[in-house]
């Protein structure tokens, strides 16, 4: 099960976690607008948009990339601190996944 461009632009994430969890109430799609839009608020519309990429999204951006750098991030770290029920585990026996904690710092690519 590999996730690709054309599934994350599908909904397809989004798809099988109400198959596996049809009682969990998502965000909706205004307010991931709206969080996309706080984001990029201070983007001028030209310059490129950087994003620092850590595990998987190294090896499987499923974005379309023009150019990698190594990059460290300060402030944050890589740890094993998000439970899943995708990929990793059940709703009953969720897995975990690396996500960014706060303090030290994480190399990986910009």
Request: glycine share 12%; proline share 5%; charged share 25%.
């Amino acid at each position: 099960m590999t996730l690709t461009r054309e599934k994350l632009e599908a909904d397809w994430v989004r798809e099988m976690i109400r198959h596996q969890d049809p009682d969990l109430e998502l965000l909706s799609d205004d307010v991931l607008e709206a969080s996309m839009e706080a984001m990029l608020e201070s983007w001028d519309g030209t310059g490129p948009v950087w994003v620092f990429g850590y595990g998987s999204l190294i090896w499987n951006p499923c974005i379309h990339v023009a150019r990698r750098a190594k990059a460290r991030l300060y402030g944050y770290h890589r740890e094993l601190c998000l439970w899943t029920p995708l990929g990793r585990g059940s709703r009953e026996c969720p897995g975990l996944v690396f996500g960014l904690e706060a303090g030290g710092s994480c190399h990986g690519v910009g």
